[in-house]
Structures are given as C-alpha cells and as structure tokens.
C-alpha cells in the first residue's frame, strides 16, 4: 500500500484546512488509519487516529478541533482541522496499519505516506 498526503497549505489562526490521504495499492477498509505531525525542531508525535469501526483517538491539544473522517470505498481518510493555532504549524503525515483489523495504539503505525505542511500564522 502507498499513501498520499495533501491539502496543506498556509493558513492565519483560527482558520481550517482539510488534509487528504489516498491510499493506493490497498484498500483502507478494515484498517486503522492515524495522523502524526513533526513541528520545526520536534520529534514527530501522534495526533489522532481513527479504526475501521470508528474508534477515534486524539491528542488533548487537538480535541474538539480535529476530526478524521474515513471513505473507505475510496480508500480516502480526511483530517480536518478546524480553530487553527499558530502551534498546529507542522508537517502532517498520514499513516496505516499492515494488518487488518488491528490497533495497539500509535506505535503500531507501520505504513507511513510522505508529510504534508501545515503552517498557521498568528
């Protein structure tokens, strides 16, 4: 399976984007799918998630503010991000699971697209 991330771009606070995430090769249903960001000077960190039941997970500083949203008959997962802040700047990447119905949480992520940047003024 290959992924491929898009939609960012730059954006003031407050403003919402819409992250894509096409996976090809494979289908994404029955898959978990997850989102992790990498800020300027940071270690990449787990932002959300979401299972092939609807499971979500998110970051604390994200709840309330960013959905994943899933088509699996287009093998699409969306991201979006609403109330943006200055420090939601950060490359965004997608990632899925190799194996099917499974998800241990954010280490399990084995299959990662390339990044996509995000980057919100103040």
């Known amino acids: 399976v290959q992924l491929q991330a898009s939609g960012g771009g730059s954006m003031q606070a407050g403003g919402c984007l819409r992250l894509?995430?096409?996976?090809?090769?494979?289908?994404?249903?029955?898959?978990?799918v997850g989102w992790f960001r990498q800020a300027p000077g940071k270690e990449r960190e787990f932002v959300g998630a979401?299972?092939?039941?609807?499971?979500?997970a998110y970051v604390d500083s994200v709840k309330g503010r960013f959905s994943i949203f899933r088509d699996d008959a287009r093998s699409i997962a969306y991201f979006q991000l609403n109330s943006l802040k200055p420090e939601d700047t950060a490359v965004y990447y997608c990632?899925?699971?190799?194996?099917?119905?499974?998800?241990?949480?954010?280490?399990?992520?084995?299959?990662w697209g390339q990044g996509t940047l995000v980057t919100v003024s103040s």
């Open positions: 979401k299972t092939w039941t609807g499971t979500t």
């Open positions: 990632a899925t699971m190799s194996r099917p119905n499974y998800y241990v949480g954010p280490e399990g992520f084995d299959v």
């Open positions: 894509s995430c096409a996976a090809s090769g494979r289908t994404l249903s029955g898959y978990a």
